[in-house]
């Protein structure tokens, strides 16, 4: 005979805890423990009321909602209702009213017909199919109504408040000889409108123009408009002299052109030395 030698120690599974009270693991239920009934979560507060509650069942079990088999229809509601009672739920009073609705439906539809009068009886449960489709309309259109997109629910408006010593970071522009070309053409332009003969040539200094745009820049706080250095009513001698005059200023280093955007107006800024 062959003798079967255990092991020193077996491993033993403790007992999982029910609860863990300030830090002490709880393993049997207290003799006095009560747990009031309307501690439990009620399963039918899912629904909206006990025609929601039918509609579920007729769907759960495929029936017809047309010709509603009110026999196994009542069987099953009375089925969830005995349930519900036996752990202890409180039901509304609406569930129990359907509950006594639909026995009445099934004793009326039991009871023997006459043939002298079977059709002037109305079908038992023709009030309660109207009800079920009324509801199923109106539950269908909730369903479309909550799934469109809803503020605070699935989209969120978004607010960003700047801080009080922020500044926009311009990035100006370079002026090139084609805007200015196309910006001195434009007063070249409305300068026609102002000429005339002249019986004693005028002799244009083109020193004097730039020492006089100096001055009218500086009579502007150093910042002036590009068409406001010129006078169209001098013709177009004369605003080919000022033109002349700004690019050797611009040459010398004296004055700048600023565009604030990109084929926008030009201005003249005097530079940080001159002004």
Do not use: W
């Amino acid at each position: 005979m062959t003798e079967q030698v255990l092991p020193d120690s077996l491993t033993i599974q403790q007992p999982l805890p029910l609860a863990f009270v300030r830090g002490e693991a709880v393993l049997d239920r207290p003799e006095d423990l009560y747990i009031p009934p309307d501690a439990l979560e009620i399963l039918l507060d899912a629904f909206e009321g006990p025609l929601d509650f039918l509609l579920y069942l007729i769907r759960k079990h495929k029936f017809d909602i047309v010709d509603l088999p009110v026999n196994e229809i009542t069987l099953q509601y009375i089925e969830y209702i005995d349930l519900m009672q036996g752990l202890n739920f409180e039901l509304a009073a609406e569930y129990l009213v359907m509950a006594a609705m639909l026995a009445e439906i099934k004793s009326r539809l039991l009871l023997p017909r006459h043939s002298e009068v079977e059709d002037e009886e109305a079908d038992p449960r023709a009030e309660l199919i109207r009800r079920l489709q009324e509801y199923e309309v109106f539950k269908q259109a909730a369903t479309e109504l909550d799934s469109l997109p809803r503020d605070e629910r699935d989209h969120f408006n978004a607010t960003a408040v700047l801080a009080d010593n922020f500044a926009p970071l311009l990035i100006l522009p370079d002026v090139d000889l084609a805007e200015l070309t196309l910006a001195l053409k434009d007063i070249v332009k409305r300068a026609k409108d102002f000429q005339h003969h002249h019986i004693k040539r005028e002799h244009l200094s083109t020193r004097e123009r730039m020492s006089r745009i100096l001055d009218l820049l500086s009579q502007h706080n150093g910042y002036l408009a590009f068409t406001a250095c010129f006078d169209v009513t001098e013709g177009r001698e004369g605003v080919v002299v000022t033109f002349l005059a700004i690019l050797e200023l611009t040459k010398e280093k004296l004055v700048e052109m600023i565009q604030v955007e990109a084929y926008g107006q030009i201005h003249v800024k005097l530079k940080a030395g001159e002004a």
